[in-house]
Every structure is written in C-alpha cells, then in structure tokens.
C-alpha cells in the first residue's frame, strides 16, 4: 500500500524528511481495525516527532495521529464496529501512523464519525478533542456542581483550544481565552469564548480590568515556562491549572504552595501508550462528541485543507503547523 514515511529525522525543508514508500497493507487481528483513510490531520506531535535528530529507521516510520476513514476488516476480538462503518481516531504514538493508505487501530480508541461531518471535517478533531476532553472533565475534575465558574485558556485560537472553549461552554464554564492578534480574536469569539485577553500581557492584571480577578481553572496550551509564574499569579487559591505542554527549563512549583493550587498534565496518549484498564474511555468520549456534533453544539475547527495524501503536501502542512500561526486545524484528504 502507498505511505509517507522516513528513515532520517529532518529539517522539513529536507527533500527526504518524509517520502512516497509502499509498505505491506496490514491485516487485522485481536482487537484491531483495519482502516482505509479518507482523511488525516497534521498536529504539533507530527513535526515533533519528525524533528531532527541522529536515529536512524530501517523500515518506514509513518507519522500520523488524527484520520477518519471507513472500517475495512476486524480483529476477531472486536465487538464496537463492523466492515463499513465510518470511524475517526487520533491514533496510538506507539504504533505506525496515519500517512497511509491503511491504519491498524485498537477499536477501544476509535469513535463513530459525525454523519453531519465530510471525513475531513471529521479527521481535523480527535487528537484534540480527546485532549481537551480529558483536561477538562477529567484531570480538572470539572463537574455539573462547576457550572458558573471561570476557566482561562492559554492559547485559545489552536486546534486544542478552539474545541476546549467549545466544551468549556458545553460544561457551563465563563470562558477567557487568549489571543494576540485579530484574526486569532475573532476566531476565539467564533469558538465560544465570553472574555478573550492577551497572552502577551499581564493576565491577571487584564483580568481585573475586565472584573474577573482570579480565575478557578487554567488549560495551559502554549508556553508552560513562558506562563508559569502569571498562571501562579492569575489562579484563585485552590484552583486547578492543567498543561499540556512540556516545560523546558525547572518548574518552581512553589510558586503555587502559598495558593493549594493543583497542577495536572495531560497527554492523550497516556492510555493507548501504557494500555490501561480504561483505555476504552477514548472510544466512549469520541462518541458522545461525535453526538455533540451531530446536534450542532461542537463545529469543527478545520481551517485549512491540503489534496492527496502525499510526501509533498504532507511537507506544506508541516511546514503550515511549524509556523506556529495556525488558527483552528489543517488536513490533508484524497481527491473524492
């Protein structure tokens, strides 16, 4: 079947940091789902994962987290899906990716794709659904008894925070978003958000202004070192922050001693990657969302769309998503 893989971690400027290859098609077994992919979706993991380093692969390594498609075969352990129906997944990091023609895919991670959504609409949501999902129901804890309460998103105009307003809001939330230039701002305001303010400003000296003080949650979403001591700052005594962003330089989590504050991670990988107990979960939240979109309350965030599958336009989208000025998502489908 056709891919795009490499051997060598490059620059994606590279003519062969990702390549056209021809890999076996997979079969599936145990609790596998062979997918034929409509559509995928290029996230920050993809151009981290492909950044430059010394190791070198011996077999395609295929990138990819975010497909939608129809289900081909199943493993004979599989008991959620059937030959033909329309799926969408953000994927296993541990596992061959989406740049393919075909996917293997543990049928506990997949959802139903949204029948009001083309699989490409479809394809720009699970990776970043899942995440903001799981930060807010579930390493925040919030609950029904939180409605009313403020949430500040760090970054809310990316593909995370675009669809973290939209269930913040579904989770009766007073959403703050952050954005620094006017088309991030009106997207915000696109997405749901209630206040938006400047993460390159003092927060909570702008949340003041607007009458909101100290926030109850922080989903931090970009630049964990850069906010660390304005997220200390700008959360009430015993809030919650939430990161998804791995720090680079020491945390100095006294800053948040005086106040109680939590502090939690979130990577959506933790369940495919570890194989917990309730891997499941994944498969679960992707259907009540995909409920969510089909009763209008979620919209997707694609932004941008690229055609075929292919190493050259798979480079344009990489090269989109390393600019670091995307707003909502991009994705790359096969001509219908």
């Known amino acids: 079947m056709k891919a795009v893989g490499l051997y060598q971690y490059l620059p994606i400027e590279n003519e062969e940091s990702l390549l056209d290859v021809e890999v076996p098609k997979p079969k599936a077994t145990g609790k596998d789902l062979l997918v034929k992919i409509n559509a995928i979706s290029v996230n920050p993991v993809d151009t981290k994962v492909r950044a430059p380093k010394d190791a070198i692969e011996k077999e395609p390594k295929i990138l990819g987290w975010d497909a939608s498609g129809v289900v081909e075969e199943v493993g004979e352990d599989c008991e959620l899906f059937q030959p033909g129906d329309t799926v ?17 895919i543990d049928e506990r991670i997949v959802g139903k794709k949204p029948s009001n959504l083309s699989f490409a609409e479809a394809a720009a949501m699970p990776l970043t659904t899942i995440t903001a999902w799981e930060g807010i129901y579930e390493r925040l804890g919030i609950t029904e008894k939180d409605k009313g309460k403020t949430i500040l998103i760090i970054n809310g105009a990316g593909g995370v925070g675009s669809i973290a307003t939209q269930i913040a809001k579904y989770a009766g939330l007073k959403v703050i978003a952050t954005a620094s230039r006017e088309e991030t701002k009106n997207w915000c305001e696109k997405m749901g958000a209630d206040v938006i303010i400047n993460h390159r ?3 909570l000296q702008q949340l003041n202004d607007e009458g909101i003080g100290e926030v109850d949650y922080i989903f931090c979403l970009n630049d964990t070192d850069g906010h660390w001591d304005g997220m200390g700052e700008a959360i009430k005594p015993q809030g919650s922050i939430c990161s998804i962003v791995e720090n680079e330089k020491d945390l100095d989590l006294n800053v948040l001693k005086s106040k109680s504050v939590t ?74």
């Open 263 to 336: 502090f939690v991670w979130e990577f959506m990988y933790t369940r495919s990657m570890f194989q917990t107990e309730d891997m499941i979960e994944q498969h679960r939240l992707l259907n009540k969302a995909s409920d969510l979109f089909e009763e209008g309350i979620f919209q997707t965030t694609l932004t941008k769309t690229f055609q075929p599958i292919n190493a050259e336009q798979l480079k344009k989208a990489h090269k989109e998503v390393e600019s670091g000025k995307m707003i909502g998502k991009l994705i790359v489908e096969n001509e219908a």
């Open 88 to 104: 969408f997944y953000a994927g296993d990091i541990t596992r061959q990716g989406s740049y393919s023609e075909y996917q293997l």
């Open 201 to 203: 400003e003092n927060l």
